[in-house]
């Protein structure tokens, strides 16, 4: 076997492991519940109202959290599209941040903000 040939070997199967371990991070990665803030807000019980009205005020906490925790990182984002307004008969779409649903930011974010505090629960 030629050097050129135990190189181009050698590539196949480095690509090969790596296409492995992506799909295997790919199940774990989609495995895990992700939530909006909103959606955890509703579940502790939050009226709706309450939730667009400091829903975007306690993300801003719970993503303080998050970064703290993280050693900076920022959470994932996703898309959600908004309720129908003036000059956006269909509503548009906005980044907001998801997290995973067990993660202690999420609580300790919402603990932190007056308006959200009430509705989580005690550690």
Request: glycine share 6%; proline share 5%.
């Amino acid at each position: 076997m030629s050097a050129a040939a135990h190189r181009r070997a050698r590539r196949r199967t480095a690509a090969a492991v790596l296409r492995r371990r992506r799909t295997e991070n790919r199940t774990h990665r989609d495995a895990t519940q992700r939530v909006k803030v909103s959606d955890f807000l509703t579940a502790q019980g939050m009226p709706q109202e309450d939730v667009d009205r400091y829903g975007s005020w306690a993300g801003r906490h719970i993503a303080s959290e998050y970064r703290a925790a993280h050693h900076g990182h920022q959470p994932r984002k996703t898309r959600k599209r908004t309720d129908p307004c003036k000059g956006h008969p269909n509503g548009f779409w906005v980044k907001v941040n998801i997290y995973r649903a067990d993660d202690p930011a999420l609580i300790a974010g919402a603990r932190r903000y007056n308006r959200t505090a009430e509705y989580v629960p005690a550690a």
